[in-house]
């Protein structure tokens, strides 16, 4: 019923999600078709609570509502302006929203496990993790999934170099959990040795048979890559000093990678990837977010479909 962890979907779903989502996107350029998901779900709500500030996860999923003819209820900061600034609970605030007949609430948090938390007193609305602390952020992992399915024609027998900050990324934690689930990935996990990857990430993959290795060796990781996923140092996780970026891919990179491959990065980007590489074909990551609006509605509507309760 809950959506936490990227590794809780299998692959029939996934493909199933991938194929919804470029209906949906066929759907959309027509006006009449734009009309006909209008009221697809009509009547049906969604609830939007981030503590954490957010551009992509929240727009893309109140939009993703919208098109559906769903009533979107959201919260401006939840940290600040709702009850949690006067103590209240994670978990009274979701027992409080499961009475206002929300069929499904997207959730971020700064706590890792917190939507495993709400979903464990959720009765009757769908929690949808949308980043928790270090923890995961599953959606994000669907769209980069998908990203991949689209500019490279495939997700298994890839190359995927990973960097920067692989301590502190939740998008790359989930990102690593829908890799492991195909047949012959390799990994190249990239990072000044701060910011490793956890011990965690890396027995999953011994437990999986995943092939990886890491390095801080940035121009050999671009060569063999098919896929360039690359994110931003996570300095809202840090306690004290914030280290500065030194593994920042610029124009100059561009000769060094492979003709197909595909730059990613599930932003907002900062100063590991250089302006001057946005005009290259390879760059996907704006693509990357335009993805998250289709694969939201997709996973919308799987999650309201299985919910007969409500139809
Ligand atoms: N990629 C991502 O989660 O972006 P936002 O923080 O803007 O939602």
Redesign the pocket.
Known sequence: MHVLSADQFDQTQLESYFAQADTLRIQLTDLGMRSKLASRYKGRNLCSLFY?????????FETAAVKFGMGVVSTENAEAFSSAAKGETLEDTIRVLNEYDFDIIVL?HHETGAAARAAAVSEKATIIN??DGRGQ?PT?ALLDLYTIHREVGRVDKITVALGTDLLHSR?IRSLIYLLSSYADNHLILVSPKELKISTDVKAYLKKRKVSYEETADLEVALKKADVVYWNRIQKERFKGDIPSQTFIITKEHLHLLKPQASIMN???RIDEITVDVDEDPRAAYFRQ?GN?LYIRMALISAILDARPDYA
Do not use: W
């Not at 500030?53 to 727009?59: C, D, E, G, L, V």
């Open positions: 954490e500030p957010s551009t992509r996860t929240r727009i893309s971020r949308a980043g952020h994000q998008t599930p932003l907002p977010a998250g």
